[in-house]
């Protein structure tokens, strides 16, 4: 079946510096791969996604590059704040269907 | 903006009530879903209806039933609450099933306490 595995948190980070959250995935065929970010106390909002290989989605500075060789889908950013605090969500959909199948998440935590 | 909007955001039942946990979408879309959160599993389907009066089973139905009498609205419910459905509950919607990279759109969540 499908899965999803990303790296466990807590991440812990001082502003400016780089993130990355390692995605990887199991599946057939060629899914849509998608990042997710919860913040404190709100439900999940779509941040970026990748629908065949080698595209690349990005949005609010971050960035995610979908390697189908290496069944891949990591999160970067170059420079993160405060405010990029939240938990994140690796996720990857089938084409033939809606069902979202999701990793376990990655709490991220940008000290000042 | 597509809006998602659960009723409840937090609720403490006792075991055995019977919990139902509403859920409305705005973007007149095909799909709804229920999820559950819990910490180190991320969400994990519980159903979904691609149409009204239409359902399927996700990931863990078992404990939980749906209910989608019009097309803006799907129910969740706890036919008798047990402690181990204490979590967080997540409603999402979207666009036809099969089209690739279809957006879903989440709500803010419900959190459940049973006690």
């Known amino acids: 079946g499908n899965s999803v595995t990303q790296m466990e948190g807590p991440v812990t980070l001082s502003e400016e510096a780089f993130l990355t959250i390692n995605c990887t995935y199991t599946a057939t065929g060629y899914p849509s791969l998608f990042w997710y970010v919860q913040y404190p106390g709100e439900g999940l909002q779509l941040l970026l996604k990748?629908?065949?290989?080698?595209d690349k989605g990005s949005n609010k500075g971050f960035e995610a590059t979908y390697r189908k060789e290496t069944t891949s889908f990591h999160l970067e950013k170059g420079s993160v704040q405060v405010s990029d605090s939240a938990v994140y969500f690796c996720?990857?959909?089938?084409?033939?269907?809606?069902?979202?199948?999701f990793g376990g998440g990655t709490r991220v935590l940008v000290k000042p | 903006d597509v809006k998602v909007t659960q009723s409840s955001r937090y609720l403490v039942k006792r075991t055995g009530e019977k919990v139902f946990l509403e859920c409305v979408q705005d973007m007149d879309h095909e799909n709804m879903f229920w999820y559950r959160q819990d910490p180190g599993l991320g969400l994990r389907l519980i159903y979904f209806s691609y149409d009204v009066k239409m359902k399927e089973k996700g990931d863990i139905p078992e404990g939980y039933s749906v209910s989608r009498e019009k097309k803006e609205r799907f129910s969740l419910i706890l036919e008798s609450a047990s402690t181990n459905q204490t979590s967080m509950y997540l409603c999402?919607?979207?666009?036809?099933?099969?089209?690739?990279?279809?957006?879903?759109?989440f709500g803010e969540g419900s959190w459940l306490t049973v006690v």
């Open positions: 996720a990857l959909k089938k084409t033939a269907g809606n069902k979202l199948t």
């Open positions: 990748a629908t065949k290989a080698d």
């Open positions: 999402a919607s979207s666009l036809l099933q099969g089209a690739r990279g279809n957006t879903i759109y």
